[in-house]
Nanobody, 124 residues
Framework: QVRLVESGGGSVQAGGSLRLSCAVSGDTSQSYCMAWFRHNPGTTRDQVAS???????IYLDSVEGRFTISQDNAKNMLYLQMNSLKPEDSAKYYCAASPWAGVCYSASSLFRFWGQGTQVTVSE
């Protein structure tokens, strides 16, 4: 079992930056694919960025070059640095873990563990 707790969300003007953090606890002896998703009511939950157990990283096209996913295994932390934020980045952001450690699939159904989410609001 893995527990994920996000922090770092908030309100920012367009062009600003935020850094989301995800504290991972529980069974950290196993490798996971770690990812950030975002969701707005009435829409699908989209994977924003993922990092697999070999360090392979995938980004959603719309955030490529603006967002950076990283992890600190010693501290059991996952991060999402978000720069040049746009109003369309506004959403609730979730940290998620999948037991498919070697390859990160984009489907949210394959992620077994989820945090409670942190809200990001970007104004014009």
């Amino acid at each position: 079992q893995v527990r994920l707790v996000e922090s770092g969300g908030g309100s920012v003007q367009a062009g600003g930056s935020l850094r989301l953090s995800c504290a991972v606890s529980g069974d950290t002896s196993q490798s996971y694919c770690m990812a950030w998703f975002r969701h707005n009511p009435g829409t699908t939950r989209d994977q924003v960025a993922s990092i697999d157990s070999d360090g392979g990283i995938i980004y959603l096209d719309s955030v490529e070059g603006r967002f950076t996913i990283s992890q600190d295994n010693a501290k059991n932390m996952l991060y999402l640095q978000m720069n040049s934020l746009k109003p369309e980045d506004s959403a609730k952001y979730y940290c998620a873990a999948s037991p498919w450690a070697g390859v990160c699939y984009s489907a949210s159904s394959l992620f077994r563990f989820w945090g409670q989410g942190t809200q990001v609001t970007v104004s014009e």
